[in-house]
């Protein structure tokens, strides 16, 4: 008894999709790659406007001391 993917009339025995499953998948094909393209263009920019963001920072309000501190001499 064949299970898995052989049962489905949509895949070759070579694990291919057949011309079955290409035509179920061409209706969606723009819109998928439409929002696939959005969904790139939408983690790119959010990407950039955060590099942006934190490349701006100057840390000018951080203190940063003169001189290391000096160490007290041990006390016997």
């Known amino acids: 008894m064949a299970s898995g993917i052989f049962n489905s009339t949509y895949y070759g025995k070579d694990y291919r999709a057949g011309a079955a499953l290409l035509r179920a998948r061409r209706p969606y094909l723009f819109k998928n790659a439409l929002t696939g393209f959005g969904l790139f263009a939408f983690s790119i920019a959010v990407y950039t406007y955060t590099i942006r963001a934190v490349g701006q920072e100057e840390f ?9 501190a000096q160490k007290l001499p041990a006390q016997k």
Do not use: T
């Open 60 to 68: 000018s309000d951080v203190k940063v001391p003169d001189a290391p």
